[in-house]
């Protein structure tokens, strides 16, 4: 009777594992033979099994088009890249690596996952890297064109962790349409540096204790989102010519005293909705400031709060630097941290009246220059009152209309019905909505 050898690969049911071609789990020997053995020609369809072990590894794991590398799970298969000059894992179209942590042994000026530009399949494009940890690279991922070239898009990052890393994520032109999902920067000297990309979604993404200066850094980009993302302690980052939006994200602290989120606008537009500041234990929090904008900014935002619920004491914007302002006298005027404002005009009897004798109605066209909001991003409301030294009380209240017209004027308009002889005077006007 004869015995036929069984394939580690024919016992996991998975086509090519690297175990069949030489590949030590043991961290002693040097696996690479195998593991490009395995994968096989650049054109050829595979998907390689890694087992749980630990592997060295010396030169590039480069991955041709639809190609899968996995392994069981990134605490139970580890790679040990011991290189200095190469990059870990290259990737091309429909590249897919699960379940795997990179370890980079010798530090040098390499990538863990990069995408080889230009190829054949044009970049690493309908990709997905999945439970994957990155340790000790000086750029996480990222081309090998760096920021001049990426074409890495419409890939999904979800899980991967990067531990250490100069330059977590750094990506160029042509990297767009890219998925970050519960994605964690841990101790990065930047964990996020783009150039020239459109539309990077980071949702329930950690960015905790960078070395460096920022968290991100964002240069001609456009529509770069953060949803659900947090930030311990802060250091913020910068806008330039770029536009994007934070949307439900918390800072568990500022880094200190003189940190501010969004350090330098330039020429960019940016959307906060719900940023929540866990700064300190919560409370309110003083001397901290959200942005400071520069030539051709702006900041469009709401609910910006402390836990417990103070108002920040550096509030308004002029120049673009957050400050507290209350105008002495009738007027006053609050505008939040956020972007979002309210005003309160007491004009008590420092205005003529509105309604004379015997005036039923009234009209105008009020300006609330130098306070400008949003167009159509505000709400307005007005009220009257009577001169009770008139013979007749003003019994019938008038019916007030008010019609933002632009960001800096309103259309108001007053009616009553059966009093006459009595003056009406404006009482209040009270607006709120997005300023600029």
């Known amino acids: 009777m004869s015995l036929t050898k069984i394939s580690y690969s024919m016992i996991r049911g998975a ?32 998907a390689i099994y890694v087992p749980p072990g630990t592997y060295i590894v ?52 390499r990538t863990g996952i990069a995408s080889h530009t230009p190829t054949i399949a044009n970049g690493w494009r309908n990709g997905v890297v999945r439970d994957v940890v ?12 760096g920021l001049t070239q990426g074409l890495m898009f419409q890939n999904t990052y979800e899980r991967v962790r990067i531990y250490n890393a100069t330059t977590g994520v750094q990506m160029g032109a042509g990297s767009n349409a890219n998925t970050w999902v519960n994605c ?11 150039n020239n990309t459109t539309t990077q979604d980071f949702v329930c993404c950690g960015f905790e204790g960078a070395t460096g200066t920022f968290d991100f850094s964002l240069a001609a980009c ?35 005293a003189t940190t501010i989120f969004l350090q330098a606008l330039n020429n960019s537009t940016v959307y906060i909705h719900d940023l929540t500041d866990y700064n300190y234990g919560g409370g309110v929090v003083t001397f901290q400031k959200f942005y400071v904008t520069f030539t051709g900014s702006v900041v469009y935002g709401v609910n910006c709060t402390t836990r417990g619920g103070g108002q920040k004491t550096e509030n308004y914007s002029i120049d673009g630097i957050i400050l507290d302002i209350i105008i002495s006298g009738p007027n006053r005027v609050v505008k939040y941290g956020n972007g979002w404002q309210t005003i309160d005009v007491n004009f008590e009897q420092s205005l003529a009246p509105i309604m004379t004798g015997t ?15 949003v167009d159509n991003k505000f709400s307005a409301v007005a009220s009257i009152y009577a001169n009770t030294t008139a013979s007749f009380l ?5 019916i007030i209309a008010v019609r933002p ?15 006459l002889n009595v003056d009406g005077y404006f009482y209040s006007i009270h607006m709120s909505g997005f300023w600029k």
């Not at 870990?88 to 942590?101: L, N, P």
């Not at 990155?134 to 064109?145: L, W």
């Not at 964690?184 to 783009?194: D, R």
């Not at 003003?394 to 008038?398: A, T």
């Open 394 to 398: 003003l019994v019938d209240s008038p």
């Open 222 to 256: 456009d529509n770069i989102n953060f949803d659900n993302c947090y930030f311990e302690p802060a250091k913020g980052g910068v806008f330039d010519n770029s536009t994007g939006s934070f949307v439900n994200c918390h800072i568990t602290k500022f880094y200190d």
């Open 134 to 145: 990155i340790i000790d690279f000086d750029i996480g991922i990222g081309s090998t064109q």
């Open 405 to 419: 017209t632009s960001g800096s004027t309103l259309d108001i308009a007053a009616k009553r019905n059966t009093i």
């Open 15 to 46: 086509p090519y594992n690297v175990l069949d071609y030489g590949a030590d789990p043991s961290g002693v020997a040097d696996s690479t033979t195998a593991f490009l053995t395995a994968i096989g020609a650049y054109a050829d369809k595979r």
């Open 58 to 109: 010396k030169n590039t794991i480069f991955l041709g088009i639809n190609k899968k590398l996995y392994g069981d799970s990134s605490t139970s298969t580890i790679i040990k890249f011991d290189s200095i000059d190469q990059n870990c894992i290259q990737g091309d179209a429909y590249t897919h690596v699960e379940g795997i942590t990179i370890q980079k042994i010798v530090l040098s000026s």
């Open 184 to 194: 964690e920067f841990w101790n990065c000297g930047l964990p996020v540096q783009l």
């Open 359 to 373: 005036t039923l109605s009234y009209s105008d066209t009020l300006s609330i220059s130098p306070y400008p909001f």
